[in-house]
């Protein structure tokens, strides 16, 4: 053909077209759903969107605890541990949330027998395994000791290829020497930091 004319477009699957991307600083074209999903992974929290402006306050905070779900020790009937403390979630929190909820599924505060406390000065809620607690004995939620979220022997330590030791905390914390020792102190160290510091916020807020 001589005259080249266009009869028709056709388009395949549920592709979304180039006006539904978005720039990123880096360059990259990504969908705003994907987007949403990267912020929700990062802070812990559902990131805003239309179907979450629209939705009722029951149906929020239903989403907001399946959005990113802190799942503690688990163990058997003979109480021996069969999983440990793990992060969860579900990438349709809204859309999950709406459904069970007519699905008759409610939030009852009053029977709650555990709640998930985030590290003080830890990572993003979608990175933290926190701590789980109970209620004392007159019933109220405690606030945990910023000490009990640190175990001295969850400390890793490991020689890398060049000779140097890393001393790893999955608290997310590390530190680089050139001896072990070093290593391990330098974490130590900065768990103490982190401990005293959260100690002095704790006391700010009771204050």
Known sequence: MSGKEIIDSVSFGDHPSPSNY???DTGQLVTPEFLAFIQQTLTGKLAPSKELDAATPEVKALAEELSVIHLPEWHS?????????TVTGLKQATR???YLFKRGLRMHPELEEIRWAPTPGGQPGAFDTGLHITKDENGHWPSP???SFYDLEDIKVTQTDDGRWVAVHPRGLSFDAATKTEAYAGVVDQLRERIEHARHEQ????S
Do not use: C, G, N, Y
């Open 96 to 98: 999950v949330a709406e």
């Open 77 to 85: 009937r003979d109480a021996l541990k069969t999983a440990e403390p």
């Open 22 to 24: 978005m720039k990123t």
């Open 203 to 206: 006391t700010k807020e009771s």
């Open 145 to 147: 000791d910023p000490e």
